[in-house]
């Protein structure tokens, strides 16, 4: 596998379910990102992390929590979401989180739809 | 308010014209563009970026313009090719330690053969 991963690629929830979603770079960057892009928005970013720490959360709901095991690997746990919450989530990572001018590289994406 | 504009949702050219895509910003602190490309059911993938310092990046069919003094970018595709319909985000990223993407909403391209 090269480039970023992203699983599921398609989801369908209940509001009361509880699911993750799972997002692997195989880049050796050491910063990785979660998106939400809903329809006809600017992509929103979520949470950043830095060699594994967090270093950015936009005041997401904590009905979506993050968690950063190692450089490589970033989950993102859904609980209790709401039907506004369908949208695609993005992956994304880089060399580092505050270096200048260098570009993200995303993965395809996982289709939430909450029901 | 959306710090980083793009004001049409879609464009359509015929194969073999220009492209021009805009984008607008805001934040002065802005110091290095880049436009990304994304079809359905991908995620986006990076196409070109200019630094501040700069007025003009060119790489192959693309250019891409940047009009400080305007606070306006564009991205040209001459000639244009029906492989590059897609969506268009222009992002920008800030000066200082926190480095984050701040996108567009995106242009939708379609190049008609």
């Known amino acids: 596998e090269t480039g970023v991963t992203q699983t599921p690629r398609h989801l369908v929830m209940g509001m009361t379910n509880k699911k993750s979603l799972k997002c692997e770079q195989h880049l050796g960057h050491n910063a990785m990102y979660w998106y939400k892009q809903s329809a006809k928005k600017p992509l929103e970013l979520m949470f950043v992390?830095?060699?594994?720490?967090?270093?950015e959360n936009n005041s997401v709901p904590s009905r979506f929590s993050p968690e950063c095991p190692n450089s490589s690997h970033l989950f993102l746990h859904l609980h209790t979401l709401q039907p506004e919450d369908s949208a695609l989530y993005l992956c994304?990572?880089?060399?580092?989180?505050?270096?200048?001018?260098?570009?993200?590289?995303f993965g395809p994406g996982t289709r939430l739809t909450v029901l | 308010d959306q710090q980083v504009k793009q004001n049409s949702p879609s464009l359509s050219v015929q194969e073999g014209r220009i492209s021009i895509l805009n984008c607008d910003y805001t934040?002065?602190?802005?110091?290095?563009f880049l436009w990304y490309k994304k079809y359905p059911a991908e995620g986006p993938t990076f196409l070109i970026s200019?630094?501040?310092?700069?007025d003009k990046n060119e790489d192959g069919r693309f250019t891409v313009f940047l009009n400080k003094s305007a606070k306006h970018l564009s991205l040209h595709i001459v000639p244009s090719q029906p492989g590059d319909s897609a969506v268009y985000f222009c992002?920008?990223?800030?000066?200082?330690?926190?480095?984050?993407?701040?996108f567009g909403s995106g242009t939708q391209l379609t190049v008609l053969p």
């Open positions: 994304a990572s880089s060399p580092t989180g505050t270096s200048g001018g260098n570009e993200q590289f």
């Open positions: 992002a920008a990223l800030s000066s200082g330690s926190a480095r984050q993407l701040t």
């Open positions: 200019i630094s501040s310092i700069k």
């Open positions: 992390y830095n060699f594994k720490e967090q270093t």
């Open positions: 934040n002065s602190m802005f110091d290095y």
